[in-house]
Nanobody, 124 residues
Framework: EVQLVESGGGLVQAGGSLRLSCAAS????????IGWFRQAPGKEREGVSC????????YYADSVKGRFTISSDNAKNTVYLQMNSLKPEDTAVYYC?????????????????WGQGTQVTVSS
């Protein structure tokens, strides 16, 4: 059973930084995509950043390019999202998710397993 556990969320002032972690276990497939998504109240879940583990390809939403960085530590089976220069509009619950190699990076519908989410709140 795939399990994903996010951590690292919190309250930060605008301009600050946070690093989210997603500890993964239970994988049985070698080629997968792991993504970070977020959902603000009243809004749809949106793709923030994704990584194809087989080739290291990455995706960033336009709204976070240059501010967020996705990375992974294979030894720890953990994926990170470094978030810098945070803005109030980044406030949301952030989720990590895993899907097979055919998923469209930014489309949450293709992902099979989800973590419980971690709240990120950016104050102005």
């Amino acid at each position: 059973e795939v399990q994903l556990v996010e951590s690292g969320g919190g309250l930060v002032q605008a301009g600050g930084s946070l690093r989210l972690s997603c500890a993964a276990s239970g994988f049985t497939f070698d080629d997968y995509v792991i993504g970070w998504f977020r959902q603000a109240p009243g809004k749809e879940r949106e793709g923030v950043s994704c990584m194809g583990k087989s080739d290291g390809s990455t995706y960033y939403a336009d709204s976070v390019k240059g501010r967020f960085t996705i990375s992974s530590d294979n030894a720890k089976n953990t994926v990170y999202l470094q978030m810098n220069s945070l803005k109030p509009e980044d406030t949301a619950v952030y989720y990590c998710a895993v899907g097979g190699p055919a998923v469209v990076f930014a489309d949450p519908r293709g992902y099979d397993s989800w973590g419980q989410g971690t709240q990120v709140t950016v104050s102005s």
